[in-house]
RNA sequence: CGGGGGGUAGCGCAGCUGGCAGCGCGCUUGGUUCGGGACCAAGAGGUCGCCGGUUCAAAUCCGGCUCCCCCGACCA
């Protein structure tokens, strides 16, 4: 097997080989398309079961739509039509006959979504109206990563109606927090969190909230969004219920949703020279036990590995929430090679069990996130790799917390601004204007106006007029 | 859409001054190994991206087409 290339020499090819090696996902026949591979959707659907509890925590319920959409509702939004006509994919022929109305594939699902939300909703009674939904997506675009940008992606998308604006933005905001809580002590991935400049708004909403990752080039990346829709839509799709007073009003809404992308997210964070790294808590094996054995010693070590995986296994059972363990009892492959294939898997924790092991009751347990190794009794082996499978949690947490410090700047002069990397604290007058102008000249945009920052006289680090706060400005996926 | 690279065994590639299609890894079988990518032996595996042309003869030369990857513009 090849040396990975580093990401110091090139961190896009050292993604690229990430995801193909560590078997995460494969290039599809399909330009654009990806196969998410069974390892690659294992961490998948950790994400998905883990988030899917913390929407429905606050009374989201799931429910799903159809994959087509007429081509008609696509138009009865104009700014949602004109973000998103350059990148629809149609149907135009289906059963041997041209349609009669073109069939857009999702690319997102407000429309349709909308339309059914005016034939639900009557009555105040019916409000609020909480639906979420996991579901596939198409948008054409022009350029494509595996997992960051592909022309087919998964994601759950929610969908909300509410009978104020104040309970809508609050449910915007709401949700914006899960996403926060679920990046930082799920995937081990500090964000920034904050508004969108009216430029990069969502197509149809009056506010767009978003969280925002620092990869390991230092470039951000996008990694949830959650939008206050106003009444835009429910105009556009007259959804319209009666107030306690009697009276006809329009619902506000919400949408917010995070994709696939959060594997890519999680590779480019925690990733390395040797492969992949994952979080333990969504590790689809969090823990690798590899057996070592001299010409008659296999019997006695593959009981001891047995063993030691059925007490790992058994561990807090009841609760649902026991390891997720793997023995590796291959012969055909030597223990190096072994370590070596599962660092580049991103395993949180190797357990070896050897001949030394067996003639002294230990075990000898590597961590992934340190390259550490150490030895400990038999007996205390389950404790240990709880207690470590914590601690790796939470230092990949804090590896990039220091990281993003190391790398966020706080800037007041262009010279200096124009040559920095990472993200970028800057002052700024609030013009599309000078947001277009920084981006010609130095390809940052505004990744956020933070919610983290206080109000700050100062001028404008490209026009220099008044402004009252920083923003965050990066290089971005 | 602009710039670059590429399509030859499962993967990575060589062969390109026309002349029997190769190498490494992987795969199969048997044996020896096993604490950081083991070794020996014997095997299996190909319409050289597609169409056409030149030639006694094309992976190789000529024309056309197509698909993929990377960098940029666009975007989650």
């Not at 990430?18 to 591979?37: F, H, N, Q, S, T």
């Not at 979504?113 to 939904?133: E, G, V």
């Not at 799709?237 to 506000?252: A, G, H, P, R, S």
């Amino acid at each position: 097997m090849d040396k990975l290339t580093s990401q110091e020499k090139d961190f896009s090819t050292w993604y690229n080989n990430i995801v193909l090696r560590a078997e995460l996902a494969d290039y599809a026949p399909v330009k654009g398309c990806m196969v998410i591979r069974p390892y690659g959707y294992g961490i998948w659907e950790n994400i998905q079961s883990i988030l899917d509890k913390m929407i429905k925590s606050v009374g989201v319920q799931n429910a799903y739509f159809p994959l087509f959409i007429p081509e008609s509702f696509i138009h009865k939004e104009k700014e949602h039509l004109a973000g998103f006509s350059p990148e629809l994919a149609v149907v135009t022929y289906g059963g041997g006959k041209e349609l009669e109305e073109k069939l857009i594939v999702r690319p997102t699902s407000e429309t349709i979504i909308n339309a059914m939300f005016s034939k639900w909703i009557q009555s105040f009674r019916d409000l609020p109206l909480l639906i979420n939904q996991w579901a596939n997506i198409v948008r054409w675009e022009m350029r494509t990563r595996l997992f960051l940008r592909t022309t087919e992606f998964l994601w759950q998308e929610g969908h909300t109606a509410h009978s104020t604006h104040d309970e809508a933005s609050e449910m915007a905001l709401t949700i914006l927090t899960i996403y926060r809580d679920f990046m930082q002590n799920t995937l081990a991935i500090p964000v920034i969190y904050g508004t969108k400049t009216l430029s990069q708004r969502f197509a149809g909403a009056i506010e767009t909230y978003t969280i925002e990752a620092m990869m390991g080039d230092r470039k951000a990346l996008q990694a949830g969004t959650s939008h206050d829709l106003g009444q835009n839509f429910s105009k556009a799709f007259d959804i319209t219920y009666q107030t306690k007073e009697n009276k006809l009003d329009y619902v506000w809404q919400t949408s917010w949703g995070v994709s696939t992308r959060l594997i890519g997210a999680v590779v480019m964070v925690h990733g390395d020279d040797k492969g992949l790294v994952l979080p333990p808590n969504i590790a689809p094996i969090q823990v690798i036990i590899v057996p070592i054995w001299k010409g008659d010693e296999k019997g006695k070590t593959v009981k001891a590995v047995l063993s030691l995986e059925k007490r790992l296994k058994n561990n807090n059972k009841d609760s649902g929430s026991s390891l997720r363990v793997r023995v590796d009892t291959r012969e055909e492959f030597t223990p190096g090679f072994k370590f070596n294939e599962w660092e580049m898997k991103g395993i949180p924790l190797r357990v070896e069990i050897g001949p030394r092991d067996i003639e002294n009751s230990t075990v000898t347990i590597a961590r992934r996130d340190e390259g550490t190794r150490m030895v400990v009794k038999s007996s205390e082996a389950v404790e240990v790799i709880i207690r470590t499978l914590n601690e790796i949690q939470k230092n990949l947490f804090l590896k990039a917390r220091r990281f993003i410090d190391n790398n966020t700047y706080l800037v007041d002069d262009w010279k200096e601004f124009k040559h920095k990397t990472g993200f970028i604290l800057s002052h700024w007058c609030g013009s599309a204007e000078c947001e277009t102008n920084i981006q010609n000249e130095t390809n940052m945009t505004i990744r956020c106006i933070s919610m983290d920052t206080e109000e700050e006289e100062g001028k404008c680090i490209f026009c220099g007029k008044q402004s009252k706060r920083r923003v965050v400005f990066a290089k971005a996926y």
